[in-house]
């Protein structure tokens, strides 16, 4: 995902701006992967739900409450924004309370007279185990970066840079144009005559008398 992310930079990028040789190692903790992760299927899964509406109520045996599922998308949409924010742990969060909605919602639907009602239990399945996930993602998340009873972290040792400044350094000297780099020695500016060129003389300036 970093790279695909890197490389969507690039292609946005000004001919003359920088652009990302490679990518350093991920800093997401698999508690921060597992809160993405949901945060994208719960985007996909409030599309679907806010597209065709009409398709899943069919499935469901729930005729008529379209409405009601393209609401339910848009909450499931606002769930994956949070999720994939600096607060996923709120987003996890909203998806159990979200979880619980749909499940009394699908609960209703759960009735003799409805021809899906198998349909509707699978669902019923699918979401209990969903809403176990959501609730482990948001307790981890939390407690990854809860700070209570910790000391103060100290990143004064850090330099921003994945692989260190000087491999940095060592591949941004390779990617600098021609005309950005240092010079060559002023003495070698004219191999054919051998003689030094004017300018690696020292600069003297002249104060009037």
Not at 20 to 39: C, F, N, Q, W, Y
Not at 41 to 58: C, H, Q, Y
Not at 83 to 101: E, F, K, Q, T
Request: charge should be positive.
């Amino acid at each position: 995902m970093s790279f695909m992310l890197s490389q969507l930079s690039n292609i946005s990028r000004s001919p003359g701006d920088p652009k990302v040789i490679e990518t350093g190692p991920s800093s997401l903790k698999p508690a921060d992967s597992l809160g993405r992760a949901l945060g994208w299927f719960s985007m996909g899964l409030g599309l679907t739900e806010l597209i065709a509406p009409k398709v899943l109520t069919r499935w469901l045996g729930v005729e008529g409450r379209e409405g009601l599922v393209r609401a339910y998308g848009a909450r499931e949409v606002a769930s994956g924004v949070l999720c994939l924010s600096v607060n996923n742990d709120y987003g996890a969060y909203s998806r159990v309370a979200g979880d619980m909605i749909d499940l009394a919602s699908l609960a209703a639907a759960y009735r003799d007279d409805n021809p899906k009602k198998r349909n509707v239990g699978i669902a019923i399945a699918a979401v209990a185990g969903i809403a176990i996930i959501d609730a482990i993602a948001g307790q981890s998340i939390r407690s990854l970066h809860s700070r209570k009873g910790e000391p103060a972290r100290d990143y004064s040792d850090r330099s921003g840079f994945p692989k260190g400044v000087g491999y940095s350094r060592g591949k941004a000297a390779r990617q600098v144009p021609q005309d950005y780099q240092a010079t060559p020695a002023a003495a070698a500016a004219s191999p054919a005559t051998g003689k030094t060129s004017p300018a690696s003389a020292k600069l003297e300036l002249e104060v009037p008398a």
